[in-house]
């Protein structure tokens, strides 16, 4: 899998000798195809979900208390959280918006900023002396942890800028919350106006900061998502309405009833015996 519009140069010799190329979305089927994989070799086969995630449902916003964001990722430039926190800082303020964003983020780098730090400091400069809630759990959870934060949560936000699938996406369309992600990667597979809140986009450059993070981005294309789409993606959640609850249950239903188990083993075990039956052939 890659995150970005085309795949590392370095990777075409390997994907080249080799028989088939397994992919989770079909996003980078076109993806791996465009820098120059061939399209005959490349096989989609989805991730799949727990059947607990099905059990799970968030509980529904009733227009009264807090309403909480959820974001899970890891901290990195790709994910997006300068865009998440403009649009979140710039769209609330703690006088007139109950919110809160809760940030479930694995820490960055030995030696780096820590992201508590960062958080402080971005607030300051977008949004000081209003700052709406922000809670950041940079400690590691367990799955039932996790599965519970889900639970606990109104929408789940995360405007990435590139994704080969998107599992918390999936995560949270499973637990029934309504889920905000950018219009362009992985997710949209699985994520689109009928279940989700798509945040509008453009196509840049990967910036030299991201290429730092990870060398494989140089010289690659990705999503830039827009933060005045964020913010209004964001505003809608809050709203809520029938429009809304209307997503929320389409997420869940088409997750737990196309990403199950059972349903991929299927494909997987098709997949397999397609091989067979052609080596089968050759041998004979």
């Known amino acids: 899998m890659f995150?970005?519009?085309?795949?590392?140069?370095?990777?075409?010799?390997?994907?080249?000798?080799?028989?088939?190329?397994w992919v989770p979305s079909n996003f980078n089927a076109a993806t791996f195809a465009s820098a120059g994989v061939a399209r005959e070799?490349?096989?989609?086969?989805?991730?799949?979900?727990?059947?607990?995630?099905?059990?799970?449902?968030?509980?529904?916003?009733k227009a009264e208390g807090t309403f909480r964001f959820l974001s899970v990722f890891r901290w990195q430039y790709r994910k997006g959280w300068d865009v998440l926190l403009n649009a979140y800082l710039s769209?609330?303020?703690?006088?007139?918006?109950?919110?809160?964003?809760?940030?479930?983020?694995?820490?960055?780098?030995?030696?780096a900023p820590g992201v508590g730090q960062i958080i402080e400091s971005f607030s300051d400069q977008v949004r000081p002396g209003r700052t709406p809630r922000i809670t950041l759990l940079n400690n590691a959870l367990s799955e039932a942890e996790?599965?519970?934060?889900?639970?606990?949560?109104?929408?789940?936000?995360?405007?990435?800028?590139?994704?080969?699938?998107?599992?918390?996406f999936m995560e949270a369309m499973a637990c029934g919350l309504i889920t905000i992600g950018t219009g362009w990667g992985g997710q949209c597979d699985f994520m689109n106006t009928s279940n989700s809140l798509l945040i509008d986009y453009r196509l840049a450059p990967v910036p030299p900061a991201a290429v730092h993070e990870w060398p494989y981005f140089h010289g690659q294309i990705w999503a830039e998502p827009s933060v005045e789409s964020l913010r209004d993606c964001m505003r809608r959640a809050v709203e809520g309405g029938p429009t809304i609850v209307g997503k929320q249950q389409n997420a869940a239903d088409s997750?737990?009833?196309?990403?199950?188990?059972?349903?991929?083993?299927?494909?997987l075990i098709q997949a397999v015996n397609i091989i067979i039956d052609k080596q089968q052939a050759r041998d004979t």
Not at 10 to 21: I, K, T
Not at 147 to 167: C, D, I, N, Q
């Open 146 to 168: 996790l599965r519970s934060l889900y639970r606990s949560s109104h929408a789940f936000v995360l405007p990435t800028r590139g994704e080969a699938w998107g599992r918390p």
């Open 91 to 111: 769209e609330f303020n703690s006088c007139d918006d109950d919110v809160e964003l809760v940030i479930r983020a694995d820490p960055l780098g030995a030696g």
């Open 255 to 267: 997750i737990r009833e196309l990403y199950s188990p059972e349903k991929i083993s299927e494909a």
């Open 3 to 21: 995150e970005t519009a085309s795949v590392p140069p370095a990777w075409l010799p390997r994907l080249s000798a080799v028989d088939e190329v």
């Open 41 to 61: 070799k490349l096989k989609v086969i989805p991730e799949t979900i727990d059947r607990v995630w099905g059990e799970i449902l968030a509980a529904p916003y």
